[in-house]
């Protein structure tokens, strides 16, 4: 079956640490997109990549890094420059070009205290 | 720039009713238009989408209509059931340019009671 996984489901850390979810899809799709919602909000998009090794600043990157090494996996990393790091945190998929859906993992909820 | 607008939430409404979430839009150019279904806990899945003015798109029984005229693109479902109870997420694609982006609503909150 094609999709998406995002793993943990739950992730619990200290502040100060960095942290880093996963996100692997096997949709063979090009571009991979990173979201943060938190509780009764909308999505608000964090880093896209529409190819391998490129990668681009969503409306707030700031305290999280990602890479795009391989066409499968883009993996964000939370840094302990967040100054709010806990959120449910969605990938996404899609086709590259305008107009296409994306497609969604089961997400990660991060907590850090 | 692009934004999208829907209708604050939650909905409530009783089993077998006729639902409408409105969702209306900014664009220039033209965009793809997409519903999307959150539940507790998940993550979003499409509900339908349409590409061009006057399609529509449809799925489980969901409906929506692309209106450039008015840039609309209501949600509505002729009879719901518990079971469609989840946050409902209109969202369009990024024009102009090229980066697969989509501009999302702040979503809608439905509840049908038994």
């Known amino acids: 079956d094609g999709g998406i996984t995002q793993s943990p489901k739950y992730l619990f850390r200290k502040e100060g640490q960095n942290v880093t979810l996963s996100c692997e899809q096997n949709?063979?799709?090009?571009?991979m997109y990173w979201y943060r919602q938190d509780p009764g909000q909308g999505l608000r998009l964090i880093y896209y990549?529409?190819?391998?090794?490129?990668?681009q600043k969503g409306d707030i990157a700031e305290g999280y890094s990602v890479s795009r090494e391989k066409k499968e996996s883009f993996p964000l990393t939370v840094t302990s420059a967040q100054k709010n790091p806990t959120a449910f945190y969605l990938c996404?998929?899609?086709?590259?070009?305008?107009?296409?859906?994306?497609?969604f993992g089961p997400g990660t909820r991060l907590t850090v205290t | 720039g692009n934004s999208v607008t829907q209708m604050e939430g939650p909905v409530t409404l009783s089993e077998e009713a006729f639902l409408t979430i409105n969702c209306t839009y900014t664009?220039?150019?033209?965009?793809?238009l997409f519903w999307y279904v959150q539940y507790p806990g998940e993550g979003l899945q499409l509900l339908l989408k349409?590409?061009?003015?006057?399609d529509k798109g449809s799925n489980k029984g969901f409906e929506a209509t692309y209106r450039k005229e008015t840039t609309s693109f209501h949600l509505e479902k002729g009879s719901v059931q518990v079971s469609d109870s989840a946050v409902y997420f209109c969202?369009?694609?990024?024009?102009?340019?090229?980066?697969?982006?989509?501009?999302f609503g702040q979503g809608t909150t439905l509840q049908v009671k038994p």
């Open positions: 990549s529409q190819i391998v090794n490129d990668f």
């Open positions: 969202a369009l694609s990024q024009t102009p340019g090229n980066t697969g982006k989509l501009i």
């Open positions: 996404a998929s899609s086709l590259r070009g305008v107009g296409y859906e994306q497609y």
């Open positions: 664009a220039t150019g033209y965009p793809s």
């Open positions: 949709l063979n799709h090009d571009a």
């Open positions: 349409a590409t061009k003015a006057d």
